[in-house]
């Protein structure tokens, strides 16, 4: 396994030594073979978009489909990029900014920890390197030590290790903050009355034996989540934000925070995931191509 690692680990980290603009050329080379050649999950993708815009045209589920591909080409590439950027390279890159830190910066002060939700929505990768991001005058209130940043574990033990290297390029290897969801429980345990932030992926479909909630309409139809991430908040009484990576006009990311409550304690996990996939939706609806669609999306419903 180690040697396997190291081959596919020196491979990726020496194409992500070349320009960004080098690998959006590639994208579009990989989005057409994806789309055009190999129909990756084309199926998946044309029924998720039906299902989730019934009042759109064929053609516009087309159109929608096929930016999406080009997404996921994106996704692709960035990855292999991000795993050989430094903090400095992210931060001079300008690939993602913060649009509102000060909101951000505001409930951590205020709180005795903060879970971040976030989604499918924009590159998610790009979270390894979430303190490069911030242009403004505000000052982020806490650092890598403070934070936490969940992931669900590969089955490949190779794989699972290359994208946790990757991930964590930024903020460098020894960086203790990157867990899988089944540690966040005893992390928040063993932390608790320490002030952290836990950015905490969302919106995969509920791992086997999760805890599970029904919500009631999102994206036009009955969808089943985890509650996980809205227990930890109501347990402990973490404030909760929601983090959407938007998509910027000349192609980079902007990164948006707003706030679904102060206190998780005040409402209910199946409230607090109603209100995630509420303004999940609306996001979504204004750049449908910036979401993840090849994932079944609504497995559990068929």
Not at 88 to 104: C, G, T, V, Y
Not at 110 to 127: A, D
Not at 187 to 196: L, P, Y
Not at 257 to 264: L, P, Q
Request: aromatic content about 14%; overall charge positive; charged content about 25%.
């Amino acid at each position: 396994m180690k040697i396997g690692y190291l081959l596919i680990r020196g491979a990726l980290k020496t194409l992500g030594c070349l320009p960004l603009k080098f690998h959006y050329a590639c994208a579009k080379v990989i989005s057409f073979i994806l789309c055009d050649i190999v129909r990756y999950r084309r199926n998946v993708v044309m029924i998720n978009l039906s299902r989730a815009f019934p009042t759109k045209r064929y053609d516009e589920i087309v159109d929608i489909a096929r930016k999406s591909y080009d997404h996921l080409a994106r996704l692709i590439v960035e990855m292999i990029w991000f795993g050989a950027s430094s903090e400095k390279r992210l931060h001079d890159s300008h690939i993602a900014e913060f649009k509102n830190p000060e909101l951000l910066a505001e409930v951590y002060e205020k709180s005795s920890s903060v879970l971040v939700l976030n989604s499918h929505l924009g590159n998610w990768e790009i979270t390894g390197g979430f303190f490069c991001y911030n242009y403004s005058d505000t000052k982020i209130p806490f650092g890598y030590s403070d934070s936490y940043v969940v992931y669900k574990g590969l089955r490949s033990p190779v794989w699972n290790d290359v994208f946790a290297a990757s991930r964590k390029s930024a903020a460098g290897q020894d960086y203790k903050g990157y867990i899988e969801s089944n540690m966040v429980i005893r992390e928040a345990v063993r932390n608790r009355g320490v002030k952290k932030i836990y950015i905490f992926p969302t919106d995969q479909s509920p791992y086997a034996g999760a805890s599970v909630h029904h919500v009631k309409d999102f994206m036009h139809q009955r969808t089943v989540t985890m509650t996980g991430a809205g227990q930890l908040a109501h347990k402990f009484g973490w404030a909760v934000m929601e983090m959407f990576i938007n998509l910027r006009e000349d192609g980079g990311y902007e990164i948006e925070f707003e706030k679904i409550c102060d206190d998780g304690s005040q409402l209910s996990p199946e409230d607090i995931m109603n209100l995630f996939y509420e303004k999940l939706q609306v996001r979504i609806e204004k750049q449908p191509w910036n979401y993840n669609w090849t994932h079944k999306r609504w497995k559990n419903n068929d």
